[in-house]
């Protein structure tokens, strides 16, 4: 499904409430065109008027102007209100996309990249998604409503007005297309600043070791030079189209009054002074709306600009297919005759044959740049095979439902990624799991000497590590998959945790794949190995 439709579907509750509010700010729009109305056929009949009659007519006009006062307050709040809701349910939705994404598509992607479709492009395209159309409706309403107006009052003048407000549109259409063009490309210069900053703040430690500081300032600074360039030509387009629509608007009234005159001469004087004043004070009137109008073309370029963008942050819908097989749990796992080659021709696994039932522990062995990275990720299908088959319950893994058994399949990576929470939140990793459990998993990991409930950022690499190990324990896995899982760990507590995963095998029956150098984990914990080495 695409993006705008997806989009729609999840801002359905905010389209309901937008019905009242666009009601509100057409009553506020009616509400407008009256004080300049009723000024005027107070000024054309003021002769025929006694004193009271006069007053009470200028205290109507000066209540009608409180009452507008009042639903322009009311419907700002409440329209805002609405695109700011819309705003959060739009990003948090792209957010929940981005994170399912595929492995090889955030290695291509940078974090300030998707920040600044998340974060900024979001806001711009909600505003699209939610105001944009209301507004172009009640603005066409709000110029017919002024023109009918104006047509009652003098038909001259009036095609006179129209006439002259067509030169906005013939100009606008003529700077849109630079105007997206510009847009894009500030888009792009704005992920760049992102990415530059967060790229060298996260390798801050390393930049002060070699203290290259200026290095890392200067290459920042020429970003945001990049950036600011952007920025400077797009101001350029908006500020002509926005500075062009003030002074053409401006000459409006002088247009209709320069017909009038020429049409009606010294009679204008005598019988028409109010409706002078009418259009005096109603022309301007139109100058909201005519703005709003050339604005729709701006947002509507920048939604175009940006829709494009966010469209390949939407993830792939992934859902239960049952006329697959589905499994309750994993007895076998096969790699047959497996071969992997990168899109950019790189090949990196050959003929990778392997069984493993439950019981088993695989040990996977090889040089850096063998291939073991890239095999883990093939078992938990972010890539898939070049060649052969991958066998689960001895099917072929495409007849198998991915959703049935992805998840038994755990994982403790190398990066432990830890999140500024206590250490038992971070084993929990989301799941309900009971504090006794997490206190076992604790021990098991060799944890219980620290107070569970401190931070998990001010902990060790060894003890990141062994927070990782508790993490992957504590999921419903048939499977556990443990890349280099004793690396950061000393001897002694390398041998006690061999010990205590043997435990959990022999309790559970579960599989083991460990990705590692150490014989230590190779002799005692490991029944089978493969070995990966580079194609030559
Ligand atoms: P290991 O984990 O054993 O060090 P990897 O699986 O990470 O090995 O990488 C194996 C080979 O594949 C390396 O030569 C690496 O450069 C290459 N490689 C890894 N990822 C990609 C990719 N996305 N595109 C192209 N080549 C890649």
Not at 451 to 462: H, I, M, N, R
Request: aromatic share 10%; proline share 3%.
């Amino acid at each position: 499904m695409p993006l705008s439709k997806r989009i729609e579907q999840v801002l359905a509750p905010i389209y309901k409430q937008r019905v009242p509010v666009i009601v509100l700010k057409g009553i506020k729009i009616l509400v407008s065109l009256l004080p300049p109305v009723l000024t005027g056929n107070l000024l054309n009949n003021l002769n025929q008027y006694d004193g009271d009659r006069a007053f009470f007519y200028i205290g109507m006009i000066a209540a009608v102007l409180a009452v507008y006062f009042l639903l322009d307050w009311a419907q700002d709040y409440l329209w805002y209100r609405m695109e700011y809701i819309g705003t959060g349910i739009i990003r948090s939705y792209l957010f929940a996309n981005v994170i399912r994404k595929s492995f090889l598509y955030h290695k291509d992607h940078s974090v300030g990249d998707l920040e600044g479709k998340v974060v900024h492009d979001a806001g711009i395209y909600a505003h699209a998604k939610i105001s944009m159309m209301p507004m172009l409706f009640l603005n066409i309403i709000h110029i017919l409503v002024i023109l009918a107006l104006l047509f009652s009052r003098d038909v001259p003048m009036t095609f006179a007005t129209i006439a002259f407000s067509a030169i906005f549109f013939l100009l606008y259409k003529l700077i849109n297309k630079h105007i997206r063009k510009a847009t894009l490309r500030e888009r792009e210069g704005y992920s760049e600043v992102l990415t530059t900053t967060h790229e060298t703040l996260a390798g801050v430690n390393t930049i002060q070791l070699y203290g290259e500081e200026e290095f890392f300032a200067h290459r920042f600074e020429k970003t945001v030079d990049k950036y600011e360039h952007f920025l400077i030509n797009l101001r350029k387009w908006k500020g002509f189209a926005l500075a062009a629509n003030n002074k053409l608007v401006g000459l409006l009234p002088l247009v209709a009054v320069f017909v009038g005159l020429y049409l009606y001469r010294a009679d204008i004087v005598i019988a028409g002074i109010g409706t002078i004043v009418t259009y005096y004070l109603l022309l301007p009137a139109l100058v909201d709306p005519i703005k709003s109008l050339t604005e729709f073309s701006i947002d509507y370029q920048n939604a175009r600009a940006v829709e494009g963008r966010l469209e390949e942050l939407l993830a792939d819908e992934t859902q239960t297919n049952s006329k697959l097989e589905q499994i309750d749990k994993i007895q076998s796992l096969e790699f047959s005759n497996i071969c992997y080659k990168y899109d950019d021709g790189t090949e990196v696994l050959w003929d990778v044959n392997f069984t493993v039932k439950p019981g088993d522990a695989l040990a996977v062995v090889g040089p850096s740049g063998a291939g073991k990275t890239t095999f883990l990720r093939m078992l938990k299908r972010q890539l898939h095979p070049s060649w052969g088959q991958i066998l689960i319950n001895n099917k072929n893994h495409h007849l198998v439902d991915e959703k049935s058994y992805i998840n038994r399949i755990a994982v403790l990576a190398q990066d432990i990624f830890v999140f500024d929470d206590s250490i038992t939140a971070n084993i929990k990793f989301g799941k309900d799991i009971p504090d006794a459990e997490i206190q076992r998993l604790a021990k098991i990991c060799a944890l219980d000497h620290l107070d569970l409930e401190d931070s998990a950022t001010k902990l060790s690499g060894g003890e990141r590590q062994r927070l990782g190990l508790a993490r992957a324990l504590a999921c419903q896995y048939d499977v556990l998959i443990l890349d280099e899982p004793t690396t950061e760990l000393d001897a002694a507590t390398e041998t006690k945790i061999i010990q205590n995963l043997k435990a959990v095998q022999q309790e559970n029956g579960c599989i083991f794949i460990v990705i590692t150098h150490s014989q230590n984990v190779l002799d005692n914990l490991c029944n089978k190995s493969l070995t990966l080495s580079k194609p030559k």
